[in-house]
């Protein structure tokens, strides 16, 4: 790793350059949802992250700050619709469990936390901040159980990074974290892919499942991954709970609402025809 900035200088600059960052209006094609610095020692990463505590401007860019120590890198994502599109899809999903009574969050014990930016700093490497697009929690567990993470102009390598910490740095109670990419295509069309990261599968064994969003595979049959309710808990469910019980995730709903963003932006679904 080339040596760290620590200096005041380069410490208000940066500062500057992510108040300039989260003050653009928002406009999908026009590469304002992210922006990172390399080369940020721990102490001046909490530095520049503490010149925007209670800032209205950070706060109403649904900015998501990170920290990662181990590449001394501040990644920051602005929300939009675009990018809490698979955020939103997973909270439908929830609605739909939770209709099906699938997850027993009926009662205080069972209880299962959703929502979306809310920033950790309780990992085991204490430099680290990490704030996901979206994620479900067990009320008694101080990580997520099931994480969401989507980029648009974020790189792929960065967003695999927040995808490492996740694995690294939650003793073990992150089970499932679902990672999506937009990218756009030489012809100006949106490709996009969903990945399904297990960082802490059987036998402590990662494994990952990849589907396309777009360009659509050609099959018409409706594509349905699954989570179970021992990665929604954590791994350990309460009294009563059946941990082999399954969640269905409709990837083709997630790829219409993919298409309606998209759309809603001006921009082309790859290889979409209608």
Same mark, same amino acid.
């Given at each position: 790793m080339a040596s760290l900035f620590t200096s005041a200088a380069q410490q208000d #600059? +940066?500062?500057?350059?992510?108040?300039?960052f989260i003050a653009l209006p928002e406009s999908v094609p026009d590469n304002t949802d992210y922006i990172s610095f390399s080369n940020i020692s721990a102490? $001046?990463?909490?530095?520049?992250? #503490?010149?925007?505590d209670n800032d209205p401007i950070f706060d109403a860019a649904y900015a998501?700050?990170?920290?990662?120590?181990?590449? /001394? %890198? +501040?990644?920051?994502?602005?929300?939009s619709p675009l990018i809490d599109v698979t955020a939103n899809w997973l909270q439908k999903q929830e609605k739909k469990w939770k209709e099906n009574r699938a997850v027993q969050i009926f009662t205080y014990q069972n209880d299962i936390l959703s929502y979306g930016g809310l920033e950790l700093r309780t990992f085991t490497?204490?430099?680290?901040?990490?704030?996901? =697009?979206? =994620?479900? %929690?067990?009320?008694?567990k101080p990580f997520p159980s099931v994480v969401v993470e989507t980029g648009y102009t %974020?790189?792929?390598i960065d967003l695999e990074r927040d995808k490492e910490i996740w694995k690294n740095f939650t003793n073990g109670e992150t089970k499932v974290?679902?990672?999506?990419?937009?990218?756009?295509?030489?012809? /100006?069309?949106?490709?996009? &892919?969903?990945w399904f990261h297990r960082?802490?599968?059987? $036998? /402590? +064994?990662?494994? @990952? @499942?990849? =589907?396309?969003?777009?360009?659509?595979?050609? @099959? @018409? %049959?409706?594509e349905v991954f699954f989570l179970d309710l021992s990665e929604v808990y954590g791994g350990e469910c309460p009294e009563g709970v059946d941990p082999d019980r399954i969640l269905e995730l409709d990837l083709t709903e997630l790829r219409e609402m993919c298409r309606?963003?998209?759309? $809603?932006?001006?921009?082309?679904? &790859?290889s979409d025809d209608r």
């Amino acid at each position: 790793m080339a040596s760290l900035f620590t200096s005041a200088a380069q410490q208000d #600059s +940066i500062i500057t350059a992510i108040k300039t960052f989260i003050a653009l209006p928002e406009s999908v094609p026009d590469n304002t949802d992210y922006i990172s610095f390399s080369n940020i020692s721990a102490v $001046n990463a909490h530095a520049i992250r #503490s010149a925007f505590d209670n800032d209205p401007i950070f706060d109403a860019a649904y900015a998501r700050f990170t920290y990662d120590p181990m590449f /001394g %890198q +501040i990644r920051i994502t602005r929300g939009s619709p675009l990018i809490d599109v698979t955020a939103n899809w997973l909270q439908k999903q929830e609605k739909k469990w939770k209709e099906n009574r699938a997850v027993q969050i009926f009662t205080y014990q069972n209880d299962i936390l959703s929502y979306g930016g809310l920033e950790l700093r309780t990992f085991t490497i204490d430099t680290i901040i990490k704030t996901p =697009c979206f =994620c479900l %929690q067990p009320w008694s567990k101080p990580f997520p159980s099931v994480v969401v993470e989507t980029g648009y102009t %974020q790189p792929l390598i960065d967003l695999e990074r927040d995808k490492e910490i996740w694995k690294n740095f939650t003793n073990g109670e992150t089970k499932v974290v679902i990672m999506t990419k937009f990218a756009m295509t030489a012809r /100006g069309t949106v490709m996009a &892919d969903v990945w399904f990261h297990r960082p802490q599968a059987a $036998n /402590g +064994i990662s494994t @990952s @499942s990849r =589907c396309a969003i777009f360009p659509a595979p050609r @099959s @018409s %049959q409706t594509e349905v991954f699954f989570l179970d309710l021992s990665e929604v808990y954590g791994g350990e469910c309460p009294e009563g709970v059946d941990p082999d019980r399954i969640l269905e995730l409709d990837l083709t709903e997630l790829r219409e609402m993919c298409r309606e963003e998209l759309r $809603n932006n001006e921009l082309v679904p &790859d290889s979409d025809d209608r």
